[in-house]
């Protein structure tokens, strides 16, 4: 069974400037997720889908951060205009249902680096 | 309230040792404890977990210790291999408003020298 695939792997951009990341989740997952994952940090949450439809975007800055999940399968998460503090590694998941208890598969992220 | 705490930062511990890393967390809510392995360059995967119905679930070489009184949890893991230095983190979900969340510590970075 093929993984959780995303891309690019690494990606370097100067502030102010906007840019998107793709993930194709476990084929069948119906649930996506966005994670942020700071330097010497755990994962946090940004954005939670079910099939196409946005479950929990509360930790998401919708000023310049947006995501969106097509007919229920990939997913774009996008920034614009970027800033230095979102240097990060970005994480995809995707989960089959909705459950608590339901494992999340992850993705091997993308890098980004602000200057 | 739904902050998962983590500790150490780091551990440095000889093959053959018994690695333990700590977890704690406030909200009651939260009613599965995942742990996830994560090598450099990889995501995070799913390593074990536990419900806190139980006291300790174990899966080879890796436990979880679980006092659900004092809302700490632990993972131990059993004759360390080099091959298990990676960063671990702890986890709690719970299902809020019809959705999972899951939180995450701020993770231990695990090196075992052979």
């Known amino acids: 069974e093929a993984g959780v695939a995303q891309s690019p792997r690494y990606k370097i951009i100067e502030k102010r400037q906007s840019v998107a990341f793709w993930c194709n989740p476990i084929?069948?997952?119906?649930?996506l997720y966005w994670y942020q994952q700071i330097l010497g940090q755990g994962p946090k949450l940004l954005i939670q889908?079910?099939?196409?439809?946005?479950?929990?975007d509360s930790q998401l800055p919708k000023d310049r951060f947006s995501a969106e999940r097509l007919k229920g399968v990939d997913s774009t998460l996008k920034i614009q205009p970027a800033k230095l503090e979102d240097s990060a590694v970005y994480l995809c998941?995707?989960?089959?249902?909705?459950?608590?208890?339901?494992?999340?598969?992850f993705g091997p992220g993308t890098r980004l680096t602000v200057l | 309230q739904q902050q998962v705490k983590q500790s150490p930062q780091s551990l440095i511990v000889q093959k053959g040792g018994i690695p333990i890393i700590n977890c704690a967390y406030e909200n009651t809510a939260f009613d599965y404890f995942p742990w996830y392995q994560q090598f450099p360059g990889k995501g995070p995967a799913l390593l074990i977990a536990i419900r806190p119905d139980v006291s300790e679930k174990k899966e080879g070489r890796f436990t979880i210790s679980f006092n659900k009184s004092a809302k700490q949890f632990s993972l131990h893991i059993m004759d360390s291999q080099p091959g298990d230095s990676a960063t671990y983190f702890c986890?709690?979900?719970?299902?809020?408003?019809?959705?999972?969340?899951?939180?995450f510590g701020q993770g231990t970075r695990l090196t075992i020298n052979p």
């Open positions: 986890a709690a979900s719970a299902l809020f408003q019809g959705a999972q969340k899951l939180v």
């Open positions: 889908f079910q099939n196409n439809g946005v479950v929990d």
């Open positions: 084929s069948g997952h119906a649930t």
């Open positions: 998941a995707s989960s089959l249902l909705l459950g608590h208890t339901d494992t999340q598969y």
